[in-house]
Structure formats: structure tokens, C-alpha cells
């Protein structure tokens, strides 16, 4: 069974940093590309950055040169480094992983809160 395990939200001041994790269990990110979404409140979700199997990498351009995807294989893990936080960066943020071509898993969301 798979499951994908978030930590590391929290509140932050405009302009600060967060590191959040996503530790994935029953499945390999090494193998498979994981993704961190975002949903700030009466929004639709949002992919915020992306790394695939090749270590390729994608970002959306509201948090380009701010935000950066990475992946520990050993700790099973894909974190993503938020720095320079706005307002606007407020919103659950949840790690998606797709395995193969029919399977598809979420997190369970972790809360991100910046204060102006």
C-alpha cells in the first residue's frame, strides 16, 4: 500500500523559508515522478513543482527562482525549499505521486501559512 507522508508546514513570515517533506512509503520516488500541489482556499489545486524519474525538474512561474524540488533516494523522500514566502504562497500543500500509467496517490496535505 502506498502512502505518501507530509510534514513540515507551518506559519512563517513574509519573507521567510520552510522546508517540506513528503516521505513516501510502499512505492520508490527514485522511479516514479512525485509533485507538489498547492490549494489556497475557494481556488482549484495547483501543481507547484514537479521532479521526475530522470531528476528533470518543473516549477510554476509564480514560484520560479523561489521555491526548489528535491529527492533524498536513500531516505525515500522528495522535500521541497520554500524561501522568500509571500502571502499569496498560503495554502495546504499536498505531494502527488504517479506510479505507472494507472495509479495515482496524494498526501494528506500539510498547511502552509505566511504572514504579511
Known amino acids: 500500500q502506498v502512502q505518501l507522508v507530509e510534514s513540515g508546514g507551518g506559519l512563517v513570515q513574509a519573507g521567510g523559508s520552510l522546508r517540506l517533506s513528503c516521505a513516501a512509503v510502499?512505492?520508490?520516488?527514485?522511479?516514479?515522478?512525485v509533485g507538489w500541489y498547492r490549494q489556497a482556499p475557494g481556488k482549484l489545486r495547483e501543481l507547484v513543482a514537479g521532479?521526475?524519474?530522470?531528476?528533470?525538474?518543473n516549477y510554476a512561474d509564480s514560484v520560479q527562482g523561489r521555491f526548489t524540488i528535491a529527492r533524498d533516494n536513500a531516505k525515500n523522500t522528495v522535500y521541497l525549499q520554500m524561501s522568500s514566502l509571500k502571502p499569496e504562497d498560503t495554502a495546504v500543500y499536498y505531494c502527488?505521486?504517479?506510479?505507472?500509467?494507472?495509479?495515482?496517490?496524494w498526501g494528506q496535505g500539510t498547511q502552509v501559512t505566511v504572514s504579511s
Open positions: 521532479i521526475t524519474s530522470g531528476s528533470s525538474t
Open positions: 510502499g512505492m520508490l520516488v527514485s522511479i516514479n515522478p
Open positions: 502527488n505521486a504517479k506510479v505507472g500509467l494507472r495509479y495515482e496517490y
